[in-house]
């Protein structure tokens, strides 16, 4: 079809940076609710809707989809003094149920119902806490996608709601306390301030810590903790499995660089100092559990790979600081306690091992996993005998596992049914240079049998970026593209953590460049080794990925068929004037405050290398207009920019965009949603570069 773009006004807006004068046409489009910006948006929703739409196979699309998505799935169980608690999703409902039963064999009932929280599935429950007795549950409650939140607490004894009602609420965190005999007194939890209605993308800032009172209205909320002079603090409460602690996960950034601060919980409540126990965030620093007054605490200080250290609380120092589990060639990911030893989850090569470890370090045991896949939930606690984890791989949803500590027995206690055929298909994994000979590594899953004649449609799928690690997880969608014939490719980009603290160094402020490397390597390597074609080779990312594909189709627009930028970051000169973009300048670096920053940020911002009368490959941007973490600004400036730079080109391909009602980042987002997203996906996929 022909593409006619809605017209985009152009604004006379330059801003200089350290002598630089750097121009910001679209600045209009930041202000997502005036009318002019309404406008544009419905023109090009109208645009994008119509060019998918004219797909004929995106009915057909749709339904496989929905085929594939309609299966049970449970999650992660855990133990609450009689009551087993876990979510359970029947295939196609919206949200995932929370159940609890007394067994595993029981019938289980109904503990909290999302779905019946909004008509449209557009209401999310994002967090929660349940007391030890399993009598109470406080959960939050995020709507249309939205990071806020509102608390509210429901007795499941009786099955109705309190009148708790907390607002304010973001990135918030829940921690019960109790009397002497074990009764739920009231919970910790941190909030921001109200926000100010003339700015509502404004970066959060003063975040606190209350005690909220069983019953009461959150006016009463007693302030607990504050850091007037670092207001970019947060606060999110813990309480130790015994009670006797209250610790904050101190956090100011995306990255994993915090504190550790504790207080004695003497009387849960009440005013009290805060032992600063550590208050330079120079690493990672997870509280696992305590014995006594040691603390076992998870760290890279010192280990880029991770290790575990016990802290006498009497000595705190550094010095005094016991190695109990060391630094590995494998990547330390998650530890807790649990039957009286430290659960470790480890990550050798991009998959998942488990081990068991005495308090004193010595290995206990190392129960054998199904094969090449992730643990993507574990729950253990200290007094508990039995570990719960779910394991899964790219073409498998994964069951539920128990390992009984006291007899090293591992079951699986739910397996998901599977309505095709696994064995159709394999998951390689391959490692290959990048641009600096560094080796990366990918993991490619299809049909078997497959022919290297550079026929088949690839879908490379990357992130790079905060440590966050691409693991074996299954996901439908993944696997509707291998059953139509295509080649799924999951990258392990530096910027992960996939190995290590340092590969995720590799990745981050001036080294980001090392990144879209890694990606154009893979996208080389792909078409080198017979897999696809250029023509044929889509790219997906989203948030961070989605600056990923949007920077590396700006610097290689040769080398794809097609690019999908997901919720992406796109102006790397502002983000951090607008809500959560506040938290990533550690990743990423600060363009306003730092010379050296605005150097390689200018070097790769999307939205500021968009090149007038360049032939770029068929994109697709998303965002929707409740995304309050990567603001829809990037996505509006970036295909406003894209959409100009092409309107001279002949024959160009299509840069079209789609933006979500009552949707957000992906937080809490209802299955129907993920269908529809998916669905047009791919029929945009099937029209930009299925085709020979």
Same mark, same amino acid.
């Given at each position: 079809?022909?593409?006619?773009?809605?017209?985009?006004?152009?604004?006379?807006?330059?801003?200089?940076?350290?002598?630089?004068?750097?121009?910001?046409?679209?600045?209009?489009?930041?202000?997502?609710?005036?009318?002019?910006?309404?406008?544009?948006?419905?023109?090009?929703?109208?645009?994008?809707?119509?060019?998918?739409?004219?797909?004929?196979?995106?009915?057909?699309?749709?339904?496989?989809?929905?085929?594939?998505?309609?299966?049970?799935?449970?999650?992660?169980?855990?133990?609450?003094?009689?009551?087993?608690?876990?979510?359970?999703?029947?295939?196609?409902?919206?949200?995932?149920?929370?159940?609890?039963?007394?067994?595993?064999?029981?019938?289980?009932?109904?503990?909290?119902?999302?779905?019946?929280?909004?008509?449209?599935?557009?209401?999310?429950?994002?967090?929660?806490?349940?007391?030890?007795?399993?009598?109470?549950?406080?959960?939050?409650?995020?709507?249309?996608?939205?990071?806020?939140?509102?608390?509210?607490?429901?007795?499941?004894?009786?099955?109705?709601?309190?009148?708790?009602?907390?607002?304010?609420?973001?990135?918030?965190?829940?921690?019960?306390?109790?009397?002497?005999?074990?009764?739920?007194?009231?919970?910790?939890?941190?909030?921001?301030?109200?926000?100010?209605?003339?700015?509502?993308?404004?970066?959060?800032?003063?975040?606190?810590?209350?005690?909220?009172?069983?019953?009461?209205?959150?006016?009463?909320?007693?302030?607990?903790?504050?850091?007037?002079?670092?207001?970019?603090?947060?606060?999110?409460?813990?309480?130790?499995?015994?009670?006797?602690?209250?610790?904050?996960?101190?956090?100011?950034?995306?990255?994993?660089?915090?504190?550790?601060?504790?207080?004695?919980?003497?009387?849960?409540?009440?005013?009290?100092?805060?032992?600063?126990?550590?208050?330079?965030?120079?690493?990672?620093?997870?509280?696992?559990?305590?014995?006594?007054?040691?603390?076992?605490?998870?760290?890279?200080?010192?280990?880029?790979?991770?290790?575990?250290?016990?802290?006498?609380?009497?000595?705190?120092?550094?010095?005094?600081?016991?190695?109990?589990?060391?630094?590995?060639?494998?990547?330390?990911?998650?530890?807790?306690?649990?039957?009286?030893?430290?659960?470790?989850?480890?990550?050798?090569?991009?998959?998942?091992?488990?081990?068991?470890?005495?308090?004193?370090?010595?290995?206990?045991?190392?129960?054998?996993?199904?094969?090449?896949?992730?643990?993507?939930?574990?729950?253990?606690?200290?007094?508990?005998?039995?570990?719960?984890?779910?394991?899964?791989?790219?073409?498998?949803?994964?069951?539920?596992?128990?390992?009984?500590?006291?007899?090293?027995?591992?079951?699986?206690?739910?397996?998901?049914?599977?309505?095709?055929?696994?064995?159709?298909?394999?998951?390689?994994?391959?490692?290959?240079?990048?641009?600096?000979?560094?080796?990366?590594?990918?993991?490619?899953?299809?049909?078997?049998?497959?022919?290297?004649?550079?026929?088949?449609?690839?879908?490379?799928?990357?992130?790079?970026?905060?440590?966050?690690?691409?693991?074996?997880?299954?996901?439908?969608?993944?696997?509707?593209?291998?059953?139509?014939?295509?080649?799924?490719?999951?990258?392990?980009?530096?910027?992960?953590?996939?190995?290590?603290?340092?590969?995720?160094?590799?990745?981050?402020?001036?080294?980001?460049?090392?990144?879209?490397?890694?990606?154009?390597?893979?996208?080389?390597?792909?078409?080198?080794?017979?897999?696809?074609?250029?023509?044929?080779?889509?790219?997906?990312?989203?948030?961070?990925?989605?600056?990923?594909? /949007? $920077?590396?189709? #700006?610097? =290689?627009? @040769?080398?794809?068929?097609?690019?999908?930028?997901?919720? %992406?970051?796109?102006?790397? &000169?502002?983000?951090?004037?607008?809500?959560?973009?506040?938290?990533?300048?550690?990743?990423?670096?600060?363009?306003?405050?730092?010379?050296?920053?605005?150097?390689?940020?200018?070097?790769?911002?999307?939205?500021?290398?968009?090149?007038?009368?360049?032939?770029?490959?068929?994109?697709?941007?998303?965002?929707?207009?409740?995304?309050?973490?990567?603001?829809?600004?990037?996505?509006?400036?970036?295909?406003?920019?894209?959409?100009?730079?092409?309107?001279?080109?002949?024959? /160009? $391909?299509?840069? #079209?965009? =789609?933006? @979500?009602?009552?949707?957000?980042?992906?937080?809490?987002? %209802?299955?129907?949603?993920? &269908?529809?997203?998916?669905?047009?996906?791919?029929?945009?996929?099937?029209?930009?570069?299925?085709?020979?």
């Amino acid at each position: 079809m022909t593409i006619t773009y809605p017209h985009t006004p152009q604004v006379d807006v330059v801003e200089f940076y350290h002598g630089t004068a750097v121009a910001d046409p679209y600045r209009w489009l930041e202000n997502p609710t005036s009318a002019d910006t309404q406008a544009w948006v419905a023109a090009q929703n109208q645009l994008t809707r119509a060019f998918i739409d004219s797909v004929p196979q995106r009915p057909a699309i749709h339904q496989r989809l929905t085929e594939l998505w309609n299966y049970p799935r449970r999650f992660v169980p855990q133990r609450h003094g009689d009551w087993l608690f876990f979510y359970h999703n029947d295939g196609l409902q919206n949200q995932a149920v929370l159940y609890r039963a007394r067994s595993l064999d029981e019938a289980p009932q109904v503990a909290l119902d999302p779905n019946t929280l909004a008509e449209d599935g557009t209401a999310a429950v994002t967090s929660q806490a349940i007391t030890q007795d399993g009598r109470f549950l406080a959960y939050g409650v995020s709507y249309g996608g939205s990071d806020r939140q509102e608390i509210y607490v429901r007795d499941l004894e009786s099955g109705q709601e309190l009148p708790d009602r907390l607002c304010h609420c973001r990135f918030a965190s829940i921690a019960w306390a109790y009397d002497a005999a074990g009764a739920p007194l009231g919970f910790y939890y941190n909030r921001d301030p109200e926000r100010d209605p003339a700015r509502l993308d404004a970066p959060p800032q003063d975040n606190k810590l209350y005690w909220h009172t069983l019953g009461t209205p959150q006016e009463q909320d007693r302030l607990i903790y504050a850091r007037p002079d670092t207001p970019e603090l947060k606060f999110p409460p813990m309480m130790s499995e015994d009670g006797r602690y209250l610790v904050l996960y101190v956090w100011h950034a995306a990255i994993s660089r915090n504190r550790l601060y504790y207080r004695a919980e003497e009387a849960p409540g009440s005013a009290g100092a805060f032992v600063r126990l550590i208050d330079e965030p120079d690493a990672a620093y997870h509280f696992i559990g305590n014995v006594g007054d040691t603390f076992y605490i998870q760290t890279d200080w010192q280990a880029p790979n991770g290790r575990i250290m016990a802290i006498d609380l009497a000595q705190p120092q550094r010095e005094h600081w016991r190695e109990i589990v060391p630094e590995q060639p494998d990547v330390l990911v998650s530890a807790s306690m649990a039957g009286g030893k430290l659960a470790v989850v480890t990550m050798h090569n991009a998959t998942h091992r488990l081990s068991l470890y005495e308090l004193d370090g010595r290995l206990a045991a190392q129960p054998s996993l199904p094969k090449m896949g992730a643990i993507s939930g574990l729950w253990g606690k200290a007094g508990s005998s039995d570990l719960f984890f779910k394991f899964e791989t790219y073409l498998e949803p994964g069951s539920i596992y128990r390992y009984h500590i006291p007899t090293a027995q591992l079951t699986a206690v739910w397996q998901t049914p599977l309505a095709y055929d696994p064995s159709r298909y394999e998951t390689r994994q391959v490692f290959y240079p990048s641009k600096d000979g560094t080796a990366v590594s990918m993991f490619l899953v299809h049909q078997k049998g497959l022919r290297l004649d550079g026929s088949h449609p690839v879908l490379l799928y990357g992130y790079g970026g905060y440590s966050i690690s691409h693991l074996p997880t299954f996901a439908p969608q993944q696997l509707y593209w291998v059953e139509q014939g295509g080649v799924f490719v999951d990258v392990n980009l530096r910027g992960g953590s996939e190995y290590g603290e340092s590969w995720h160094h590799a990745g981050m402020l001036a080294n980001k460049q090392n990144v879209f490397d890694d990606f154009i390597a893979a996208a080389e390597w792909l078409i080198a080794n017979g897999y696809t074609q250029p023509a044929r080779l889509a790219i997906m990312g989203r948030s961070n990925g989605g600056l990923l594909t /949007a $920077a590396v189709m #700006l610097q =290689r627009p @040769d080398l794809f068929g097609a690019v999908l930028a997901i919720v %992406p970051v796109t102006d790397m &000169l502002r983000f951090h004037k607008f809500t959560a973009g506040c938290y990533w300048t550690a990743e990423y670096g600060n363009a306003e405050e730092n010379a050296d920053h605005f150097r390689f940020l200018y070097a790769y911002s999307p939205l500021h290398n968009v090149r007038q009368g360049t032939r770029y490959p068929a994109t697709l941007i998303t965002t929707a207009d409740g995304d309050d973490r990567v603001v829809p600004l990037h996505a509006y400036k970036f295909a406003a920019a894209l959409q100009t730079a092409v309107a001279t080109v002949p024959n /160009a $391909a299509p840069i #079209l965009l =789609r933006v @979500d009602r009552k949707s957000g980042h992906g937080l809490g987002k %209802p299955t129907y949603k993920w &269908l529809d997203e998916w669905a047009d996906i791919f029929a945009f996929l099937q029209a930009a570069c299925q085709r020979k």
